[in-house]
């Protein structure tokens, strides 16, 4: 019922900044928490942010001064800006929206940092 589609992925040297977009349809948005997920090459996939349906956040401790989820519930998207880039956030980035019973996530996208 809620399908997910991230974009805004890419490659970008240290230091740099992306914004991923997260566009929700097919179900409600306004009163669901959502979130981003990574997962690099050999690890475990990795919760990164949160935002509550009220707008409160949560980060992950790599992330935190760097990062930041927002949210437009008018337009059913979720944001998550990234700042100050580091290779160790090289990795396939996903949109999460976690619903009772089940969770429902983006096809990724990928994010690279290189020199």
């Known amino acids: 019922q809620v399908h997910l589609v991230e974009t805004g992925g890419g490659l970008v040297q240290p230091g740099g900044s992306l914004r991923l977009s997260c566009a929700a349809s097919g179900g409600i948005f306004s009163i669901y928490t959502m979130g981003w997920y990574r997962q690099a090459p050999g690890k475990q996939r990795e919760l990164v942010a949160t935002i509550s349906s009220g707008g409160n956040t949560a980060y992950a401790d790599s992330v935190k001064g760097r990062f930041t989820i927002s949210r437009d519930n008018t337009k059913n998207t979720v944001y998550l800006q990234m700042d100050r880039l580091k290779p160790e956030d090289t990795a396939v980035y996903f949109c999460?929206?976690?619903?009772?019973?089940?969770?429902?996530w983006g096809q990724g996208t990928q994010v690279t940092v290189s020199s």
């Open positions: 999460y929206a976690p619903r009772p019973g089940r969770i429902f």
